[in-house]
């Protein structure tokens, strides 16, 4: 069977929004590469990573697994590839809490997603996520994010919050929640919104003396920046945000 065959299409749900054509190019194996992350019982671990290049696809899959009383930060953006995907699924054991910051920007005809599977099986695990996008031109910004709560995991908290920003008309941003909760004793939520910037903020500014611009620069700055929030190295979530807001330089 041809390796075009085998790839992902449309009618699967977790590939519904996403540039399916552009998978053709990638080398054959890679789309089942995926990188194993292991947080053992009471560790801490946080990683930042960056998608970007000029590859056609940019493309990173992360298997996570935290044990008992671990934590594990994930704080990403996406900014490469004609198709940019972080994908990632995540096992959680008693008392683990899962943390995601994620932001995909892109303009032109760029696909730009974060897809994640949240496995809660255990009692007492904690999960949030925070995904922002911001699109121009003809771009899309996707995120499908599932979360699994088997029937014994009482206690369970998990949440999602996604927001999108369309600076041009011809962008659109798609959010895809999917909640299977089994357990009665749980608290899980999720929210979403699509908007442009707010013009009344803009004229607020500008009738203080600052330059529309920069205006735009701030309030942009402001909508990614909630999806760092939960970064403790000061350092590094302002390389973050400095990084984001390189890439929108020339649209703003």
Request: glycine share 12%; proline share 3%.
């Amino acid at each position: 069977m041809s390796q075009a065959a085998l790839l992902p299409t449309r009618r699967d749900e977790a590939w519904r929004y996403s540039d399916t054509d552009a998978l053709g190019t990638l080398a054959p194996g890679r789309l089942d590469a995926w990188r194993n992350i292991d947080v053992g019982a009471g560790e801490q671990l946080v990683e930042t990573l960056v998608l970007d290049g000029s590859d056609p696809v940019a493309l990173d899959r992360l298997r996570v697994t935290i044990g008992e009383g671990g934590h594990f930060a994930l704080f990403a953006l996406v900014i490469g590839g004609d198709l940019g995907r972080l994908e990632v699924e995540v096992s959680l054991a008693e008392g683990a809490h899962f943390e995601l910051g994620g932001v995909t920007l892109g303009g032109g005809e760029t696909t730009r997603e974060i897809v994640t599977k949240v496995d809660h099986g255990q009692p007492g695990a904690t999960s949030n996520q925070v995904v922002r996008s911001v699109h121009w031109g003809k771009s899309a910004g996707n995120f499908l994010g599932q979360i699994e709560v088997a029937r014994h995991a009482q206690k369970t908290d998990a949440g999602q919050s996604f927001k999108g920003l369309l600076l041009e008309r011809g962008a659109s941003v798609n959010s895809v929640p999917q909640l299977e909760i089994f357990a009665d004793d749980v608290k899980c939520a999720h929210g979403a919104a699509i908007g442009q910037l707010d013009e009344q903020a803009g004229f607020y500014m500008a009738a203080r003396g600052l330059p529309p611009e920069t205006a735009r620069r701030l309030m942009v700055q402001a909508f990614i920046g909630d999806a760092f929030v939960a970064m403790v190295d000061d350092e590094a979530r302002e390389a973050m945000t400095e990084r984001a807001l390189e890439q929108l330089e020339a649209r703003l």
